[in-house]
C-alpha cells in the first residue's frame, strides 16, 4: 500500500522496549494483539481508511502491490543497469503458505548449493528457528548457520541436502533455494540458478564438468564476461562497508578499485608515485598530455567525459580503475582543491574509486588484489578451443604488449603511434619542434630526433609480440593536442626557446593551427599527405626496428594502418610512400620483411566505398569509436551533456560508445566487409574501436563474419570468452 516499513518497525521496537525484550519472538499472543492494533492505527494515518478485513480485497490489493512494483524506481534501475527492455511487466503467483514460526521444531532458510563467493562444493546459507522466510531476507532478525538446522532438525536436514543434489542435478548449475520446516516437516517453496561472483562462477563451471554434470559448451555459457572482469581488476574487500562514506557517483569508465591520495596534475601523480605513494588523479577532464599521471595513478576521476573519454579510454587499456563524467564534483586546480557534495577535498586526502560502480568514496578502503584462481586457466584454454574468432589487443608500449600477451592476445590490432611521444618532454619538445617548423628542412631535423624513439619502442613491441602480427597506426592526433594548455605568453615563450623561432613566428604558426573542430580536423592521413616526410620517418622507424629485432632470432609480421581515410586515393597517396620508404631501408639492410598495408575504416564515405579502398589495402580495421562519432554526429567528448537524458528516456536503449549501434554503425560495418571482400576476397577484417571487448559487441562482429577484434589488454580474456559465447 506503499506505506514505509519503518512506521511499523517502529511499533514493533517500542513495543519490545517497553516490555524489555531483545526478539520479537518472545513477544506473547497478548502482545501480538496490542501490536495488530497499533499496526492498524499506522495504517489508518496513512491511507485515511481503515485495513480492509475481507481476505478477497486483502489478496486483490496484494496482487496490484506486486503489478504496481514493476515501477517502482528501484526496479526501473534495475532494468536499466542490466539493460532488460521489451517486458511488460511481471507475473503474480498465488499459492498456499506454510509456516514456519509455528514454534521451535519449525523454521525457514535460503542456501546456496555452492559458496557463491568461493564456488566451494559446500552447502551455504542461513536459517532461523520458529521464523518466516521474510525475517531471513528482509534482515529483520540475525539469522544462524545452517549447522543449527543440522542439530535440532536432523531428519528435515537430510532431506534438505538429498534435495540439493536432486536439483542441482535437474538443473545442472548452482540454486538458489528457499525451504520452509513446519513442525519437522520440510516444504521447499522455490529455486533458481544462483546469482555468484566471478571467482565462484569459474570454480562452479570447471568442478560441473569435472562431475559430469555439464558439458564444455554449457560450462562457457554459464560464466558472464562480466565475471572476469572482476577476476582481472583489484576489487574491495567489502564493498557493503563504505556505503554510508559514498560522497558521489560518476560513469564506471575502467572497472577495479583504487585507493589512493588526492592530486591535481601530472607533474605531482607522477613526482608522489615516484616516492611510493598511491594517487589519484582527480581533473576537470584529461588530455594526451596527462597520460604520464594517469600511467602513475592508482586511479583518475574527472568531471567531464564519457565512456569512450580520454581518461576512460585509456585507463581501460592499462587496466586502471577509473570515474569519468562525475558532474557532482568541481575541480579547483589553482587551489588545488575538489568540492565534492558539501566536502572540500585537498590534495593529499584520501579517496577510494569503485571503477566498477562509478562510486567516489571518501577515505580509504581496504582492497584485496586480483583473484586469479587455478580454475581460470583450465576455462580460458575450453574457450580457446571452440571460439573462431581471432583476439587482438590494441596496445602502444612494449609492456602494454606483454600484458597483452599474457592475456591471450593473438597480436596487437592496434599501436597508437601519437601516444608514444607522450613517454617524456624530450619527445614532446622534438614533436613541437616538427608541428612548428615553417621549412622542410627544420621539419627532417625535428623528425631525425624522434626517429630514435620510435625505433626503440617498436623493437620492443615486436619483441614482446614475437611470431604474432602488429599492426601500427601511422599518426592521427588533432595537432593541437601537441600544444601545451594555460598561459598562451608562457607557451610562446617555451617554444620560442625550444625551437630557435622568434615568439612572433610562434604566434602566427599557433593561430594558423588553431581548429574550430580537431576532431574533424588535421589528423590522421591529411597529415601524412601534407608532410610525407612525417610518414617517411615512422615506416623507417618501424622497418629498421623490424629488420634489427629480425637479426636478434624474433619473428616480426608488421601490418602497416593507414588512419582515417575517406577516398581511395588518399590511402593511395600514402602507400606509395610506404612502399618507396621499405623498399629504401631494405636496400640499405640488404635484407627485407615481408609485411601488410591496410586502413582503418572510421569515415562513413569509406565504408560506402570499400570495395575501391579494397583494392589496394590488404587488411581493414574499423575503427568503430570515430565511426559512430561521424554516423551519429555526435562528439565522443561531449554526449555527457545530453546522452543521460536519452538513456533515461527511452531514445537511445543503451550509450552507443559503449555498446555497438548495431542498426545503423554496424550495417556500415557489415556493407564495408563484404564490398571489400567482393573486391579482394582474402581480405582481413577487423575492428580496433572499444567495442572490441564489449560482449555483445564481439557477438555482432562474429556473426558479421569478421575476422578479429582487437581491445585493450586487459579486456582481452572477455573478448575471447564472448567469442566463444557466440559459436556456442
Same mark, same amino acid.
Given at each position: 500500500m506503499g506505506i514505509p516499513h519503518s512506521l511499523f518497525e517502529e511499533k514493533l521496537g517500542e513495543l519490545k522496549a517497553a516490555k524489555g525484550l531483545n526478539l520479537d519472538t518472545n513477544l506473547t499472543a497478548a502482545d501480538l494483539k496490542e501490536l495488530v492494533a497499533q499496526y492498524k492505527k499506522v495504517y489508518i494515518e496513512a491511507k485515511g481508511e481503515q485495513f480492509p478485513s475481507d481476505p478477497?480485497?486483502?489478496?486483490?490489493?496484494?496482487?496490484?502491490?506486486?503489478?504496481?512494483?514493476?515501477?517502482?524506481?528501484?526496479?526501473?534501475?534495475?532494468?536499466?543497469i542490466n539493460q532488460i527492455t521489451g517486458l511488460k511487466g511481471t507475473a503474480v503467483n498465488v499459492q498456499c503458505m506454510v509456516f514456519g514460526n509455528m514454534g521451535s521444531t519449525s523454521g525457514t532458510g535460503v542456501l546456496f548449493t555452492r559458496n557463491p563467493s568461493t564456488g566451494e562444493k559446500k552447502l551455504y546459507g542461513e536459517f532461523l528457528i520458529n521464523a518466516q522466510g521474510e525475517d531471513v531476507v528482509a534482515g529483520i532478525r540475525t539469522p544462524e548457520d545452517l549447522d543449527t538446522m543440522k542439530q535440532c532438525m536432523p531428519g528435515a536436514y537430510e532431506e534438505l541436502v538429498e534435495n540439493c543434489n536432486i536439483l542441482e542435478k535437474h538443473y545442472r548449475d548452482m540454486m538458489d533455494i528457499e525451504f520452509t520446516v513446519q513442525e519437522n516437516r520440510l516444504w521447499m517453496l522455490q529455486c533458481r540458478s544462483g546469482k555468484r561472483t566471478g571467482k565462484g562462477a569459474v570454480k562452479i563451471a570447471v568442478d560441473l564438468v569435472n562431475e559430469g554434470l555439464v558439458d564444455i559448451s554449457s560450462a562457457i555459457k554459464m560464466v558472464e564476461p562480466g565475471h572476469l572482469d572482476q577476476l582481472l581488476h583489484p576489487q574491495f574487500e567489502d564493498p557493503s562497508s563504505y556505503k554510508d562514506k559514498v560522497i558521489a557517483t560518476g560513469l564506471p569508465a575502467s572497472p577495479g578499485a583504487a585507493v589512493g591520495q588526492v592530486v591535481f596534475n601530472t607533474e605531482d601523480a607522477e613526482a608522489w608515485h615516484a616516492q611510493g605513494k598511491d594517487v589519484i588523479l582527480v581533473r576537470t577532464e584529461t588530455s594526451p598530455e596527462d597520460v604520464g599521471g594517469m600511467h602513475a595513478a592508482a586511479g583518475i576521476l574527472t568531471a567531464r567525459g564519457g565512456m569512450t573519454s580520454h581518461a576512460a579510454v585509456v585507463a581501460r587499456g592499462w587496466g586502471k580503475c577509473c570515474v569519468s563524467g562525475c558532474s557532482d564534483i568541481r575541480v579547483n586546480d589553482a587551489e588545488k582543491v575538489v568540492i565534492i557534495a558539501d566536502q572540500t577535498i585537498q590534495e593529499g586526502d584520501w579517496l577510494s574509486l569503485n571503477g566498477s560502480t562509478g562510486e567516489v568514496i571518501i577515505g580509504k578502503q581496504p582492497l584485496s588484489p586480483p583473484a586469479l584462481s587455478g580454475d581460470l586457466g583450465a576455462f580460458m584454454t575450453w574457450v580457446d578451443g571452440i571460439r573462431k574468432m581471432k583476439v587482438m589487443a590494441n596496445a602502444d608500449t612494449p609492456g602494454d604488449a606483454l600484458t597483452a600477451r599474457n592475456n591471450g592476445a593473438e597480436g596487437i590490432g592496434l599501436c597508437r603511434t601519437e601516444h608514444m611521444f607522450f613517454a617524456s618532454d624530450e619527445r614532446i619538445k622534438a614533436v613541437r619542434q616538427m608541428i612548428m617548423a615553417a621549412t622542410i628542412e627544420q621539419r627532417k631535423a625535428a623528425l631525425d630526433l624522434l626517429l630514435p624513439y620510435q625505433k626503440s619502442d617498436f623493437?620492443?613491441?615486436?619483441?614482446?609480440?614475437?611470431?604474432?602480427?602488429?599492426?601500427?597506426?601511422?599518426?592521427?592526433?588533432?595537432? #593541437?593536442?601537441?600544444?601545451?594548455?594555460?598561459?598562451?605568453?608562457?607557451?610562446?615563450?617555451?617554444?620560442?626557446?625550444?625551437?630557435?623561432?622568434?615568439?612572433?613566428?610562434?604566434?602566427?604558426?599557433? =593561430?594558423?593551427?588553431?581548429?574550430?573542430?580537431?576532431?574533424?580536423?588535421?589528423?590522421?592521413?591529411?597529415?601524412?599527405?601534407?608532410?610525407?616526410?612525417?610518414?617517411?620517418?615512422?615506416?623507417?622507424?618501424?622497418?629498421?626496428?623490424?629488420?634489427?629485432?629480425?637479426?636478434?632470432?624474433?619473428?616480426?609480421?608488421?601490418?602497416?594502418?593507414?588512419?582515417?581515410?575517406?577516398?581511395?586515393?588518399?590511402?593511395? #597517396?600514402?602507400?606509395?610512400?610506404?612502399?618507396?620508404?621499405?623498399?629504401?631501408?631494405?636496400?640499405?639492410?640488404?635484407?627485407?620483411?615481408?609485411?601488410?598495408?591496410?586502413?582503418?575504416?572510421?569515415?562513413?564515405?569509406?565504408?560506402?566505398?570499400?570495395?575501391?579502398?579494397?583494392e589496394q589495402a590488404e587488411f581493414f580495421s574499423f575503427g568503430t569509436n570515430d565511426l559512430t562519432q561521424m554516423t551519429f554526429g555526435y562528439s565522443r567528448d561531449d554526449v555527457g551533456k545530453f546522452l543521460p537524458i536519452y538513456l533515461s528516456k527511452g531514445i537511445l536503449q543503451s550509450d552507443p560508445f559503449e555498446v555497438l549501434d548495431q542498426k545503423g554503425v554496424g550495417q556500415l560495418i557489415k556493407l564495408a566487409t563484404e564490398k571489400g571482400r567482393s573486391a579482394r576476397p582474402?581480405?582481413?577484417?577487423?575492428?580496433?574501436? =572499444? #567495442?572490441?571487448?564489449?560482449?555483445?559487441?564481439?557477438?555482432f562482429f562474429a556473426e558479421a563474419g569478421l575476422d578479429y577484434v582487437s581491445c585493450s589488454p586487459f579486456r582481452v580474456p572477455i573478448a575471447r570468452l564472448a567469442a566463444a559465447q557466440v559459436v556456442v
Open positions: 478477497r480485497k486483502q489478496l486483490y490489493l496484494a496482487v496490484l502491490a506486486v503489478f504496481n512494483s514493476w515501477d517502482s524506481p528501484r526496479a526501473i534501475k534495475y532494468r536499466s623493437e620492443g613491441i615486436f619483441r614482446a609480440m614475437d611470431g604474432l602480427p602488429v599492426t601500427i597506426r601511422l599518426l592521427d592526433p588533432p595537432l #593541437h593536442e601537441f600544444l601545451p594548455e594555460g598561459d598562451i605568453d608562457e607557451i610562446v615563450t617555451q617554444l620560442a626557446s625550444d625551437t630557435g623561432m622568434t615568439e612572433d613566428e610562434i604566434f602566427t604558426r599557433i =593561430e594558423k593551427l588553431s581548429e574550430v573542430n580537431p576532431m574533424l580536423g588535421f589528423r590522421g592521413c591529411r597529415l601524412g599527405i601534407s608532410y610525407p616526410e612525417l610518414t617517411e620517418m615512422q615506416v623507417r622507424a618501424i622497418f629498421e626496428a623490424a629488420i634489427s629485432v629480425n637479426n636478434q632470432g624474433f619473428k616480426v609480421l608488421p601490418e602497416i594502418m593507414v588512419p582515417l581515410v575517406g577516398t581511395p586515393q588518399e590511402l593511395g #597517396h600514402q602507400m606509395n610512400v610506404i612502399r618507396s620508404t621499405a623498399e629504401k631501408v631494405f636496400s640499405e639492410a640488404g635484407f627485407s620483411i615481408s609485411y601488410k598495408v591496410g586502413t582503418m575504416i572510421e569515415i562513413p564515405r569509406a565504408a560506402l566505398v570499400a570495395d575501391e579502398i579494397a582474402d581480405l582481413k577484417v577487423g575492428i580496433c574501436g =572499444e #567495442h572490441g571487448g564489449e560482449p555483445s559487441s564481439v557477438a
